[in-house]
Structure formats: C-alpha cells, structure tokens
C-alpha cells in the first residue's frame, strides 16, 4: 500500500521488523549513570521506536544514549545501537528538535552525537589544513549574555570574521578523554546580519 506519513500504523521503513525484546533479561545491577525499572527500560526503548517512527531523531539520539548508559540488558543496548544507523544528518530547515545550551551542559553525556542550533559570537578563528576552528560564545550574539563557550569545528570552507554574529548547527562531541567537556562538529552555518 501507498505510505502515508499520517496514517496510523505507519512505520520507517526497515523498522517493523525490529523486536527490542524478543527474549527476556533483566536489567544490570550495579552503578548506572541511568537506573532504569524493567518498565522503564521497556518504554524508553519502545520510545525510540515511537520517535523513530515520527522522524523526530534528534530525541530518538538522546534517548538511545539514556539506555546505552543505563543499566539496560547488553541484549538490548546492542539493537539500540544499531537503531542509530536509522539516524540522519539534519539541515536548518529539518531539525524539529533543538536543545537549549544550558540543558545539554547539564548532562553532556545524554546529548552526545546530538545535533543542535545555536546562535552567538565566533572568537578565537583558526584556519587549519583540513577545517576551520573557533570559539563559539553562545548566546552572546546581541553581546548581553554569555550561556557558554563551545569549541566548534567545521570541516568545509568558511570565509569567517572574529567577533562576527553565527548560527550553527552541529553535531555534539566530546573531549577524546571521556570527559563532559563538549564541542560541536559543525554540518553548517548561517552568518546574521549585524
């Protein structure tokens, strides 16, 4: 039958084969940056299927990551990872979700390989061999407030003055060590109008 985006029942292609619990396991125990009931777990990975489904990915990606550092069953942590193939690079016009800076520095690990939308100041341009680096000084676009200072990394070409008004959209990273430091791996950039 003809796919419709609004018809009940609808499915992304290649997700209705996916059964998350096809055998039963219980949850690790242990130390878990997230603890999750059996419950819990079983709605937050059907919860990604949902979003999945509504190609709300953004959300799916957040979600994921809550299980992938949860004390979920390594059975399911492995086809939660493979739901992340089903995850595509977003544009400006296709992004539905967006997350706040001050929300994703509360919890750099849960936003991880999330995308994001943010507006403020470039400071501290590099040009490299293979990208261009600066420092974006987020939420400082109208020079009032400071939320924040993200490293960002673009990996084209982009003709980029100090200090000038930039919104990014970019991917979230973190520091090679592990740790909650974060920086975005720019997919694209809008210079505003000062």
């Known amino acids: 039958r003809p796919w419709n985006l609004l018809s009940p029942g609808y499915t992304r292609p290649g997700l209705e ?4 619990f096809a055998e ?3 949850p ?17 990975a059907e919860g990604v299927l949902d979003l999945l489904n509504q190609y709300r990915d953004n959300l799916a990606r957040r979600e994921i990551n809550r299980l992938l550092h949860s004390n979920a069953p390594e059975e399911l ?6 739901l992340i193939s089903y995850i595509r690079e977003p544009s400006f016009a296709t992004l539905k979700d967006n ?10 690990i849960l936003y991880e390989s ?10 501290n341009i590099e040009i490299q061999d293979e990208a261009v680096v600066f420092d974006l000084l987020v939420g400082y ?14 990996g084209f070409a982009v003709d980029l003055e100090e200090n000038r008004k930039v919104e990014v959209l970019g991917q979230i990273t973190r520091t090679q060590d ?5 920086s975005l791996e720019a997919i694209s950039l809008h210079q505003l109008v000062e």
């Open 17 to 20: 084969s996916i059964n998350l």
């Open 77 to 82: 942590k492995e086809k939660i990872r493979f």
């Open 178 to 182: 592990g740790g909650t430091a974060l």
């Open 114 to 123: 999330c995308y994001v939308i943010w507006r403020g100041r470039a400071a």
């Open 141 to 154: 676009e109208d020079e009032t407030v400071l939320e924040g200072i993200v490293p960002v990394r673009c």
């Open 99 to 108: 997350f706040a800076y001050r929300e994703v520095v509360s919890d750099p």
């Open 24 to 26: 039963e396991s219980a």
């Open 28 to 44: 690790n125990q242990g130390e878990w940056r997230y603890t999750m009931s059996e419950d819990e777990l079983r709605n937050s």
